[in-house]
């Protein structure tokens, strides 16, 4: 349980990805030190799903170069190929009885874009300012509509929605994490 936002400042030309710091099953929780939101290189994480999935995004993950300037064919062919593989080195990639693979949702900050990779690695990229991941990704986002046209910065608005969402989703607590690209 958690809540991850990904927030596009047009003005800034910036991508943040803001977190909470629960670990939780649905019937307790706790504090991690382990943070949700990292960077990798160039790249930016926010991570939902698994805290084994989050360290091999985060210390055993390669980002491969980029060649050529078409960022969407990248994420979704050589960024989304090298993550398989290193979920499968890892141990963590999932078969579910079909054989559909299963890994874990995510959101990917590079440059000025940001994307939401689902769990069986599809590759959406934002259109809007915000999004959100995790048990709280629908308050987040009523909150964060709510704040964009405030005078509020870019980080003030990322606290106040998470904030709100720790009131109202028992998987969300503080400390709050904030990097951006």
């Known amino acids: 349980m958690t809540c991850i936002i990904g927030y596009l400042d047009k003005e800034q030309n910036k991508v943040y990805i803001a977190g909470d ?3 939780s099953n649905g019937e307790a929780h706790e504090i991690r030190r382990d943070t949700k939101v990292f960077k990798n290189g160039d790249f930016i994480f926010g991570c939902t799903s698994s805290y084994r999935m989050i360290q091999l995004l985060m210390y055993s993950f390669i980002p491969p170069i980029i060649i050529g300037d078409d960022i969407h064919k990248y994420m979704c062919t050589d960024f989304i190929n090298s993550i398989r593989k ?3 080195e890892g141990g963590y990639l999932q078969k579910n ?3 559909d693979e299963k890994g874990g949702t995510f959101l990917v900050g590079y440059e000025n ?3 939401k990779i689902e ?3 599809q590759v959406g990229e934002i259109a809007s300012e915000f999004t959100a991941v995790g048990c709280g990704y629908a308050i987040a986002l009523g ?3 709510i ?3 405030s005078n509020l910065n870019t980080n003030e608005k990322l606290i106040k929605a998470l904030e709100a969402v720790t009131i109202h989703s028992e998987g969300v607590l503080p400390p ?3 990097i951006s690209t």
């Open 176 to 178: 709050y994490i904030i």
């Open 97 to 99: 009885i079909e054989g």
């Open 119 to 121: 769990e069986d690695f």
């Open 113 to 115: 874009r940001l994307f």
């Open 86 to 88: 290193c979920f499968i």
């Open 143 to 145: 909150a964060l509509q």
């Open 147 to 149: 704040l964009k046209d």
């Open 21 to 23: 710091s629960a670990a």
